[in-house]
């Protein structure tokens, strides 16, 4: 039986030794933080939710980390709650099947993926042309256990004598004889186009990322665990034409593999988050994706804090950088593992669109045809209280601006004083933004974050509505 109240982090164990943000969250089961009894109590015979009954209580006090994963699927859209139990398991079938078939073209073109290794060296030069490099070579190989890797590792870059280079070539021999399970001849064989050459440029940066992401936490002591990651990233870089990988994205995956059990029931999560979040990573040669958020975010500072606005300009932070981070892995830096997963389930349901299923299922709906959905309804019970807000404030027709960015100007004004006294250049904001982390109380941001926006919206249209 349940805890009537427990850490947000007691689910997900840390490793000996390791220092972590403390939680500022703590679970509350007793008609509180959603429980598996008050989710199943949403469900209609057939299937349907009634996602309208859970929302409050979910942007209030989250979810029970025993049902997260499923309800994670619906909060970000993977499923439409009007659906039935078997609707939503051939949803399910068919995913699984596309997702094996991306998978396996991947593997075609690269044998690491699915073998339960990740690879953390370059493979290939810009030009498409394979690296010899021994260590490449043997972290390639399926055949060849991680550990050996390091341990040979380690023996070639320590050996300084005239054995070396005999080894070294003993060690190419070895591999080249074996490289069709590396997939090295197939690079060999073939001349490949410019994104198989970008995606394989790719592979050692997921790793290298991979194995840095959330090394604090048991789950990822585990090989397998790891792996899935990379290949899960792996294959989002092959299939998203226009934004491939970016650092930043195994983040955001991380919780997906430690929450759902199926490897491509977490590569759809992940999908569908990237739906909302993939503008912030599409850069170009002039702009980053992520500038328009931070524009906006200057403007909300500028109508609800303008004294430290000017302050911030002063600084020459005018272009809100330091919030990069923040935006871009939505918190996960500045909050616990546990708590991080809260905030984002409480921002989900503020921001929960039911027609969100439809618009990922169908990208050419128009804006058009999704506002019409939306006056269809018969309840707004069935959207967030910040969607809510927007329509209600009839700011349906401009471009939305996402709760996180309210988050981060909340976060801002609340320390606006500290700010103003200690900032003195940006390095300092920058310190008293990460001396934040672990000390910041995620349902009271979230609440912040909503009280900001009401302000802001307040102060926007009545700033509009002045005569010139």
Known sequence: MWKSSEDADSYYEVRSGCEVPKTQFRIKTRKRTLSERAWRAAFTEEGCVRIGDTLGRIHRWGVHPSIRGEVWEFLLGCFDPNST???????????????????????????????????????????????????????????????TVEHDRGDVQGENDDNQEEKESAIHDDLSSNSDASGLDKMESAPMDKKEIQWKLNLHQIGLDVVRTDRTLVFYEKQENLSKLWDILAVYAWIDKDVGYCQGMSDLCSPMIVLLEDEADAFWCFERLMCRLRRNFRCTESSVGVEQQLHSLASITQVVDPKLHQHLETLGGGDYLFAFRMLMVLFRREFSFGDSLFLWEMMWALEYDPNMFSMYEEPGLTDEKSEEAKAKMKSRRQFGKFERENMRNGMKDLEPTPISVFLVASILKGNSAKLLQEARGLDDVVKILNDLTGNLDARKACSTAMKLHKSYLRKAKKSNSAPA
Not at 102 to 112: L, T
Not at 118 to 146: C, R
């Open 85 to 147: 139990y078997e609707e939503r398991n051939q949803i399910r079938q068919r995913r699984r099947e596309q997702y094996a078939i991306w998978k396996e073209e991947c593997r075609k073109m690269n044998a690491v993926i699915g073998s339960g290794r990740i690879i953390t060296a370059p493979i290939i030069t810009e030009d498409g042309v394979p690296i010899q490099d021994p260590i490449v070579l043997l972290e390639a190989n399926p055949d060849k256990d991680l550990s």
